[in-house]
């Protein structure tokens, strides 16, 4: 995979599987990929994504809904907020 020493060992007290997944994490961010890598824009998500367009800001479209509710009720809570009498 990465063509460091040592990669087909596992390190002491991992898997394989575990080894595996560290190599390619390490490929992943040290090659030309890592420039596309994101964090999910919408509100509470924690995860990240290859940008694959170059207007995706979301991991997934739920999140993406997510986030466009979220726009829509600052929306209209701050407009009835104004529309409050006396305000």
């Not at 394989?16 to 999910?40: H, K, M, N, V, Y």
């Not at 509470?44 to 207007?55: A, D, L």
């Not at 993406?64 to 701050?78: E, K, L």
Request: glycine share 12%; aromatic share 6%; charged share 25%.
């Amino acid at each position: 995979m990465g063509g460091g020493q040592g990669e087909d060992l596992p390190a002491e007290g991992t898997t394989g599987l575990e080894s595996a997944t560290r190599w390619a994490a390490i490929d992943f961010l040290s090659g030309p990929q890592r420039e596309q890598l994101r964090s999910c824009n919408a509100p509470r998500c924690v995860r990240y994504f290859v940008k694959s367009h170059g207007r995706q800001e979301w991991c997934k479209p739920s999140c993406g809904n997510r986030a466009r509710a979220a726009r829509r009720y600052q929306r209209h809570s701050a407009t009835a907020a104004r529309d409050l009498p006396g305000t």
